[in-house]
């Protein structure tokens, strides 16, 4: 591919990332009420949340492994024909285990965000790969802004268009399948096939072995260890950090909400234009580095802070940590994996992150109603700090391709 054409695919590949956050974020303001509505319990509602992220920890290495096989596009396309069928159900669910199967669905097509992860490392060469990775988180930062927002916005509409019982969040996931399927048809127009070298024996090996080899790999395990320590850390803080906020700063909900995006506005400023800036001058390992202790003082300045302003400022810290820190770790492991197995290694790393998400917020959870409500974030802090640790050991092993001179 040309360089013009490079950009076109990569644009594509950051609208599809950011359309399956924004379906993500969608469900947040309104899933609470269908459940409600539903006769979930608390736990109820908390499960069909967390098993969105289960089914992408279970599904993204098959994912990636059948993108190394069969092509990146194809599979791109088929999941996210599959988004808007999930989303349609979605709509239709008048009962808790039809909403159950619909967040299933969901999480198993959006699993194939490990695919578009391999096709940033099919397009970019090796001096722009942890670049090109942060247009991934630079859309999940946007997603995570604009999905409840969204969400919310089509709720209300649809109640003045239609007060009838469901009705406004059916409407909201219709615009989420007319946007998915709208992705769809753009793709199949526009997304050409990065996968220049398709392998056969990427196919043939059992998922939780490949899991294994790639833990077991030098600098690789350990990167994927950050990598799920990172997430374990953030998904524990955002599930408590509303209860937080309220109990100690008598936030509520809108508050709490406008506080998130300002975390989504930090990540998507730092991923789409100070990552890009860094890493020609630092490289990938100082850029890790750094990002992975301003998480750390971030995470665990928010047990410390005691004024609103404390708070700004460990969110920005946060968030500038998070923003730099996984570009880093996914370009590093993109880098140090074979060019045929760019799949399967993006998806056991897509894995970790779940893995973490499903995790984190029970952690958190547990530690804010059983010891006391700045656990959560001591040990977020902790677990960010242990991170950093293992970068340090692993430092001279990062690759710099990022680096120019």
Same mark, same amino acid.
């Given at each position: ?9 990569? /644009?594509?590949?950051?609208?599809? =990332? ?7 974020? =969608?469900?947040? +303001? ?30 993204? +290495? ?75 988180? /630079?859309?999940?930062? $946007? ?94 803080? #955002? ?35 100070? =990552?890009?800036?860094?890493? +020609?001058?630092?490289? #990938?390992?100082?850029? $890790? ?81 059983? =010891? ?34």
């Amino acid at each position: 591919m040309t360089a013009t054409s490079n950009k076109s695919q990569l /644009a594509i590949i950051f609208f599809t =990332v950011f359309l399956y956050l924004v379906g993500f974020g =969608v469900v947040i +303001p309104i899933l609470p009420i269908l459940s409600r509505n539903f006769g979930a319990t608390a736990l109820e509602t908390g499960l069909l949340l967390s098993v969105y992220s289960l089914m992408q920890f279970l599904f993204a +290495p098959f994912w990636g492994r059948l993108s190394d096989r069969m092509g990146r596009r194809p599979i791109l396309l088929f999941c996210l024909v599959g988004e808007t069928l999930s989303y349609i159900m979605f709509a239709w669910a008048r009962s808790l285990e039809w909403l159950f199967v619909a967040r299933i669905l969901a999480g198993f097509f959006g699993a194939s965000l490990s695919t578009a992860s391999a096709y940033i490392s099919d397009i970019t060469p090796k001096h722009e790969r942890s670049k090109g990775m942060a247009l991934i988180g /630079a859309a999940f930062g $946007l997603g995570f802004v604009v999905g409840p927002a969204l969400g919310g916005g089509l709720a209300v509409w649809g109640q003045h268009i239609n007060p009838a019982p469901h009705f406004d969040t059916s409407f909201a996931s219709y615009w989420v399948a007319a946007l998915c399927f709208a992705n769809f048809l753009f793709g199949v127009k526009f997304l050409k096939e990065s996968l220049s070298e398709k392998s056969e024996s990427a196919a043939k090996r059992k998922r939780f072995s490949i899991m294994w080899q790639y833990l077991n790999k030098k600098t690789v395990g350990p990167l994927m260890t950050v990598f799920l320590l990172s997430s374990l850390a953030m998904s524990s803080m #955002e599930a408590t950090l509303i209860l937080f906020m309220g109990e100690k700063y008598q936030w509520d909900v809108k508050q709490v909400s406008f506080g998130f995006a300002y975390i989504g506005v930090i990540i998507i400023f730092t991923q789409g234009f100070l =990552v890009r800036r860094l890493l +020609p001058k630092w490289g #990938e390992r100082k850029v $890790l580095r750094l990002g992975v202790l301003l998480l750390a003082l971030g995470l665990t300045g928010i047990a410390i802070a005691d004024s609103i302003t404390g708070m700004a400022i460990t969110m920005t810290l946060l968030s500038l940590g998070n923003g730099l820190a996984n570009p880093s770790t996914l370009g590093s492991i993109s880098l140090l994996s074979d060019a045929n197995e760019q799949g399967a290694a993006m998806g056991v790393t897509q894995s970790m992150a779940s893995l973490g998400r499903i995790l984190g917020p029970a952690l958190g959870g547990a530690l804010y109603g059983t =010891v006391a409500i700045t656990a959560p974030f001591w040990a977020s802090g902790l677990m960010a700090f242990l991170g950093l640790a293992i970068v340090i050991i692993i430092y001279k092993f990062i690759p710099e391709h990022g680096r120019v001179g």
